[in-house]
């Protein structure tokens, strides 16, 4: 009867224009490999984000989908909206 | 003159004849038992002529037990099978002795059960199939019973669990269907009103479809409009807030003397509607610049609020609102007295931040 606890990145996202990558961790909790809870962390990256710390599977969606165009668009996006 | 010896050429022909043989003079009591047997009878030595029965010997007769040669008379009688094919089950036909084959009641070789269609090709793993012939018609199972009627489905035929492990059952009681698994325990029930109970499991959708309220009646009046009915969504769980600092064009952490405390900042994301919380306490930073608090969970598509109940994090106007953006971000910004930037609190240590707040998600 033991208890095991996991960290499974269940939902990696790409939502919106800049390509936000929404990410999804899932805290899971099981007993004898039955699944007892599941709860969940979230947090978002944006193309300008630091990838380096990242789960291999996070990364290989963010190389994917954030080409230079996109983090070119998001980089002007942030300027236009500069609070300076 | 008694007969005591034979010489050596015998006995003439017809020397002893039956004149010669008074009645009863050769009887079982004169010979011994097997001294007349097959060896001692040479082949149609004793014929059907040498038979003293009755009635006349031909091939159609037989020799019954009270010595007469009988006619045999049939008392059988011969049934007949119409439509008679392979794999062709039989039914009686209503008439005497005669019997049907079954053009769409059969069992193919491979022991599979057809009715309303011939066997023909089709997937090994289908043992039985019901076709309904007529067009325009459709074909129904039909299962009935006292208490109920139903299907069972599962691994094994014998007397156990392993073989109704899932099941289809309506109850005559209240003229429910139950769906189930887990041996009954789990499922769904539709009641006769049509209202679907799940007795025990969740309710489950594929990504990008729930549920459907299109049917109900929509918002109406100048200048509204209706977008979407479908209810897709719904999620629970954590996120961590940050202050960021602007940099050279783009939003990054600030730098925390102090962590302080995140005790509960959950989220619940109903339907593109994110409604956050936020209970960070004990905290202290060094070098933020705007007032910007990130780490939203989800990015936004439509812009939002939020609402400080209780701080210390500010340098002014504490019980003052956010404004979350609408273009992908993550992030709230406060303002205060209009359209003017508010700041942290920076070298403060202690800092403390209660917040509620909702946006649209992406």
Known sequence: ?84 | MALTKIKADGLTADLIDETKLADNSIDSEHYNDGSIDNAHLADDAVGVAELSATGTASSSTFLRGDNSWATPTDTNTVTTINNNADNKIITGSGTANTLEGEALAQIDSGGDLWIGHAPTTHYDNRKMFIHQPTAGETAYLSITGEQGAGIVFGDSVGQNTGNYESLIWHNNSDDSLKVTTDNGNKGIKIENGGDVEVIDGNVKFASGHGIDFSATSDASGTGISMGNELFKDYEEGSWTPVIKKYVSGSWVNATMTTAGGISDCYYVKIGDICHFHVAWSGFEVSDSSYCVLGGLPFASEGRGQCVVTYTTAFNSHQNQGGHISAGGDQQIQFYHTGNNWNAWNNNTAGLYIYADGWYKVA
């Open chain 1, 1 to 84: 009867m033991a208890l095991t606890e996991t960290i499974e990145y269940d939902k990696i996202e790409v939502v919106g224009k800049y390509k936000a990558v929404q990410i999804r961790k899932a805290h899971i909790v099981k007993k004898d490999d039955k699944e007892l809870t599941r709860s969940f962390e979230r947090y978002v990256l944006n193309p300008d984000a630091d990838v380096s710390k990242e789960p291999t599977e996070v990364k290989a969606v963010c190389d994917a989908v954030w080409t230079d165009t996109v983090k070119d668009s998001w980089k002007k996006y942030q300027e236009s909206n500069s609070p300076e």
